[in-house]
Nanobody
Framework: VQLQASGGGLVQAGGSLRLSCTASGRTLSSMSVAWFRQFPGKKREFAAGINRINGTADYSDTVAGRFTISIDNAENTMYLQMENLKPEDTAVYYC?????????????????WGEGTLVTVSS
């Protein structure tokens, strides 16, 4: 399974950005998927995920209400729509997937990772 992330870039505070993550080798709908982000000098932290067992989404407190995770099954692509971005959202964003029926907020519990994509939010 390979995950290819894209969509990062530079945006002003208050702006929006959509990240994409296309999978090959397995359908995303057969896995629990998530987006993590990593701040400089920190370990990756969970941002959003979709549970395979029931399709529900979960979000960290810091992004809830501003970010939306989704899957396009026809394109086998997952998205992270980010609204009202803040400078503190600046990070490298990673997509991840695991074969379990539910997501985890712990990075090492994921089986597959995409390359990071940098999001920079200017003030």
């Amino acid at each position: 399974v390979q995950l290819q992330a894209s969509g990062g870039g530079l945006v002003q505070a208050g702006g929006s950005l959509r990240l994409s993550c296309t999978a090959s080798g397995r359908t995303l709908s057969s896995m629990s998927v998530a987006w993590f982000r990593q701040f400089p000098g920190k370990k990756r932290e969970f941002a959003a995920g979709i549970n395979r067992i029931n399709g529900t989404a979960d979000y960290s407190d810091t992004v809830a209400g501003r970010f939306t995770i989704s899957i396009d099954n026809a394109e086998n692509t997952m998205y992270l729509q980010m609204e009202n971005l803040k400078p503190e959202d600046t990070a490298v964003y990673y997509c991840a997937a695991r074969t379990s029926t539910t997501i985890s907020t712990i990075g090492p519990r994921y089986d597959y990772w995409g390359e990071g994509t940098l999001v920079t939010v200017s003030s």
